[in-house]
Each structure stands twice: as C-alpha cells, then as structure tokens.
C-alpha cells in the first residue's frame, strides 16, 4: 500500500528523462507547460473509463492501463493530429502499489510507441475510474471533422470490425469460443491499437472521419447528420476476423454494425482517390477497405452483396438508454 504522493512518485512520474520538444515543463508543478509547433492548434480530447461500465474487473492494470491511452489517442487519430502529451486523473479504491504498477507500464508502453509524455493528472481515493485527457497539434484548417462527408464520396473502414463485441458477448456468457479464438478476440478488445499514422496520413485526402467506439451504424450516423449526407453501407463488405466471419449472420451483424470498442477509423474519401487511401494505409501500416458510399438522400441503408436490403434494428450505445 501506498499513499496518494508515492503512488505518483513511483508510479507517475520518469524524472530524468529527456522530455519531448513539446513539453516545456512535467509533472510535479501545479500545472504542465506546453509548446505546440508555432502556428499549429491544439487538439484536445478525454475519455473516461469506469469499472463496470467501460471495462470488466477482470482485465489485467497493464492492459487497463494500455487501453485507457489507446482510446484517447484514437481520438486524435481520428482528427488527424499529431500526439504531444497527456494527462491522467485517477481513481483507485486503494493504494494498491502492484496495481499502479501495472497500469503505470500498460500506459507508458503505449507513450513511449507514440513518444508522448504523462504531464500532469490527478490521484484520489474512490471506486477505480481513469480519465485520460490528451493534446496535440495539428495545422490550421486540416484537422478531420464529422462535417465533411460530400454526396459521392467513398466511405472506408480501418482494420477489421466485430472482434471486441465478440469477446464482450463471450463475457456474457452468449458465445462461447475455443481458447485461442476467445484470447484473440479479447485481446481485440483490452489491447486496441489507436490508428493515430493512419489518422496523419489522411490529413489533406479524407473528407471527414471519426474513429469507432459505440458501433458503425451509430458512429456513422454522426458522421452523416454532421455532413447533412445519407449512405449506403454494403454489410458483407465490412472487413472482420475468421473468428467473427464463422459466427451467425445475425451475430456477425450485431459485431461488425453495433460493436463499439473497434476503435478503427471510418472515414470518407473523393472518389477517384482510392489509390490515395491504400498508399495512405500501407503507410500507416493497416488495411483500408471501402465499405460504402455517401449520397445526398438522407438515411442510412445498409445492403448486402446482392444489393438486397438488409433489416438491423440495433440501437448505438447508450450510457442513458
Ligand atoms: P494539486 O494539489 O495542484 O492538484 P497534486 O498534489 O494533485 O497537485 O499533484 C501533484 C503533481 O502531480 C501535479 O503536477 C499533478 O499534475 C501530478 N499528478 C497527480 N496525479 C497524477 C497522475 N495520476 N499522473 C500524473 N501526474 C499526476
Ligand atoms: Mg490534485
């Protein structure tokens, strides 16, 4: 056990470590000192994960603390900017030294791969709750927005859909799966890999974006109320893993439509710039599938591929439904 300035003594703070260009001034003062690019803007978002709620008591702290920074850098990713620095305001029931332990290297793992720096948070006694809030930097005028979607252009998916609402519904005790088929999917859903190169390198190509926490069908329908646009979704062509795709087709839908927890970008792109967006994701590292196309009609239709409509009555997550 430890008290609440050791916890963020051994755990929060890397003294001595040369500190990121941005960062003029760390943890340990009442606030961080940043200095953005000159002339780029800031970049703000948090993201809050509760116990019970936004995971399961079972997960691993190094896991915890991976997916905590994960799915804030994947909103980042999704306005195409540049990481710089992040801070951590944290819950803990007690002053559990192995369980910050753990949390503190899941989260500087994920830092360190994105050379970004913890600059500040605050630790407090109360039931286990983290909420991380990151900054970064991107140009005037080319940070990806939900508004952009014109009629026309392609809609486009990152990586592969399904596998973290697979794993949830096996939590459930809905599915079951074989050992290596369940470590996979829920590895899928503890350990998400935030699409922040892809997010870069569609500056200036996608039209607008959005990253996927609650679900396609509810997360583009942000993007298609933002951009006044509708669009048609080819359900069959949404990427999934072999796990998923030997699933029912009425639970494969539920994965890949109402999922939530992909964190993958869906994002829009001009036609005729498909060969932009493939060079783009292998520059990124991660496949980039077209899944759709935005039209003026109001309205989200999802077909399959024969172009036969398909019925998916799933509501987007809610925390208050
Ligand atoms: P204050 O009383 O001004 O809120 P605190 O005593 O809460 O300051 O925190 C002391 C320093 O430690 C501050 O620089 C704060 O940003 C930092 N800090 C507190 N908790 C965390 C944490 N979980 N991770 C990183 N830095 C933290
Ligand atoms: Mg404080």
Redesign the pocket.
């Known amino acids: 056990m430890a008290g609440e300035f050791e916890l963020?003594a051994r755990h929060?703070t890397r003294p001595g470590r040369r500190a990121a260009a941005a960062v003029a001034l760390g943890?340990?003062?009442?606030c961080a000192l940043l200095t953005p690019a000159p002339g780029q803007q800031l970049a703000v978002s948090s993201d809050m994960l509760v116990e019970g709620r936004h995971f399961l008591s079972t997960v691993a702290p190094e896991r915890l603390g991976h997916k905590a920074l994960a799915v804030n850098l994947s909103d980042l990713a999704a306005c195409g900017a540049e990481p710089l620095a992040f801070t951590?305001a944290?819950a803990l029931p007690r002053g559990d030294d192995a369980f910050a332990a753990g949390l503190a290297r899941g989260l500087f793992a994920l830092a360190d791969a994105h050379g970004i720096e913890?600059v500040?948070?605050?630790?407090t006694a109360g039931p286990l709750n983290l909420c991380i809030t990151v900054i970064g930097q991107v140009p005037p005028g080319q940070a990806l927005l939900r508004s952009g979607a014109r009629a026309g252009d392609t809609l486009w998916v990152s990586g592969r859909l399904g596998d973290a609402r697979l794993a949830l519904e096996v939590f459930r005790g809905t599915v079951e799966l074989a050992g290596s088929a369940f470590d996979a999917v829920r590895r899928a859903m503890e350990l998400p890999e935030p699409r922040v190169a892809l997010g870069l390198a569609l500056r200036g190509l996608a039209t607008s974006a959005i990253d996927l926490s609650d679900g396609l069908v509810g997360d583009l329908g942000h993007v298609l109320a933002r951009s006044g646009v509708g669009a048609t979704v080819e359900v069959d062509a949404i990427p999934r893993s072999a796990v998923v795709a030997a699933m029912p087709r009425a639970l494969q839908h539920t994965c890949v439509l109402a999922g939530g927890d992909d964190y993958e970008l869906l994002f829009t792109a001009p036609p005729g710039q498909d060969d932009a967006v493939r060079a783009a994701g292998t520059r990124a590292g991660v496949t980039v599938t077209p899944v759709g196309r935005i039209e003026a009609t109001a309205g989200l239709r999802l077909i399959d591929a024969d172009g036969q409509p398909i019925v998916f009555t799933e509501r987007a997550f809610d925390h208050f439904a």
């Open positions: 963020i929060f943890v340990g003062d009442d951590l944290l913890l500040g948070g605050d630790t």
